[in-house]
C-alpha cells in the first residue's frame, strides 16, 4: 500500500533514478507509477487499486531537485490523474484511490495553498510533537539508526523497546502514521517494531517480508 519514487526534473521531465546519472529520458514518474496506478484505479472503479483493498495506496516521491520548480511541475502532472487521487478542496478531504506525499524541501508554502491540493507532506524525526492538523502530515518517516541502535542479536534491550514505544505513542496521539527504513531484513526486528506499533517498515525482501506477515497472522 505504499511506494517510494526517487525523483528528478529534467528538460521538463519528472524522471525517476537514485541517482541523476541513472536517469532515463522513458523512465518518467507517469510512466512508471502513474499510469500502472490510474489503470488499477479505474479497474476498481477508482476506490482502490486493489479489487476490494483499502484506500489511499500512497505514492511517496522523495524530490531531488529544485523544490521551488518541481512542486509547482509536479501539482501540474497530478491536476491530469484528479481522478484517482486525494485531494483537499476548500480544506474538505476527498479520499481517492492513491494519495501522493512527499518531503519537507522548501515549498511547504506552495503546497498547502493549493486548492485543490493534491500534496501531501511526509514528516521526519522531531515532528512527532506536531499537530497533523487537517491531514497536512498523515506520516512520519525516518531511519531505524536514527532512533534505535539494536542490530536484532539477542535480545532487544528494555530501554531501546521504551525509546520506540514512548516515540510511536507521541506520533500517534498527534494523528500521524509511521514509516521506519533500512531497518534491516532480519524477522526479529520486524517483530518488535509490529509489536511496538509502527505502521509502515521499510524492506528490500518483500516476499520474505509477506511471509513473516502471513505468519504472524
Not at 536514527?146 to 516515540?167: F, H, I, N, R, V
Not at 506499533?197 to 497472522?217: P, Q, S, T, Y
Request: overall charge positive; charged content about 30%; aromatic content about 10%.
Amino acid at each position: 500500500m505504499s511506494v517510494e519514487a526517487d525523483c528528478h526534473l529534467i528538460d521538463g521531465r519528472i524522471l525517476v533514478a537514485h541517482e541523476r546519472i541513472f536517469t532515463k529520458k522513458c523512465r518518467t514518474l507517469q510512466k512508471l507509477y502513474l499510469e500502472p496506478l490510474l489503470q488499477r484505479a479505474k479497474e476498481n472503479n477508482f476506490k482502490s487499486v486493489y479489487k476490494n483493498g483499502p484506500q489511499e495506496f500512497i505514492l511517496y516521491i522523495d524530490i531531488k531537485a529544485d523544490c521551488q520548480i518541481f512542486i509547482p511541475f509536479l501539482d501540474s502532472v497530478l491536476n491530469n490523474y484528479d481522478a484517482m487521487l486525494t485531494k483537499f478542496v476548500d480544506d474538505k478531504k476527498i479520499i481517492g484511490a492513491v494519495r501522493v506525499l512527499v518531503d519537507h524541501c522548501g515549498n511547504d508554502s506552495y503546497i498547502l495553498n493549493s486548492n485543490p491540493r493534491y500534496i501531501s507532506l511526509s514528516g521526519s524525526m522531531g515532528d512527532e510533537d506536531k499537530k497533523n492538523g487537517n491531514d497536512i502530515m498523515p506520516r512520519i518517516s525516518f531511519s531505524y539508526k536514527s532512533l534505535l541502535q539494536w542490530d536484532g542479536k539477542g535480545k532487544m534491550p528494555e530501554a531501546e523497546k521504551d525509546k520506540l514505544k514512548t516515540y510511536i505513542q507521541k506520533a500517534h496521539s498527534n494523528n500521524h502514521t509511521i514509516r521506519i527504513w533500512a531497518a534491516g531484513n532480519k524477522k526479529k526486528v520486524w517483530k518488535e517494531l509490529v509489536a511496538a506499533g509502527v505502521d509502515w517498515i521499510n524492506v528490500d525482501r518483500l516476499n520474505k517480508f509477506r511471509k513473516f506477515m502471513a505468519e504472524k497472522n
